[in-house]
């Protein structure tokens, strides 16, 4: 199983929209991979990568709150070291 040396989010985190930092996205294929690796988040709606910045940004279901310890340990699953912008 992989270890991240990076910040966890407080378990039960919720928000309607949020910015990962520090996601390896290199290429299509990684990417590809980060954005298959949430496919399966429960209330996730949209997920918008940005290649340039590293960054992932992920909002809930019509509106709704998701829950961004779920989504950090998916990335985190698939190999994606990923931190919580806390802004």
Do not use: M, Y
Not at 56 to 83: C, M, P, R, W, Y
């Amino acid at each position: 199983e992989l270890e991240f040396p990076n910040k966890p989010v407080k378990e039960g985190t919720l928000a309607k929209k949020a910015t990962f930092s520090g996601v390896h996205l290199c290429c299509r294929s990684c990417t590809a991979g980060a954005q298959k690796s949430l496919a399966d988040v429960e209330g996730l709606g949209a997920v918008t990568c940005s290649q340039d910045a590293g960054t992932i940004v992920v909002e809930g279901k019509s509106g709704a709150d998701v829950d961004l310890t779920k989504v950090q340990a998916a990335l985190n699953k698939a190999g994606f070291h990923a931190i919580l912008d806390e802004k």
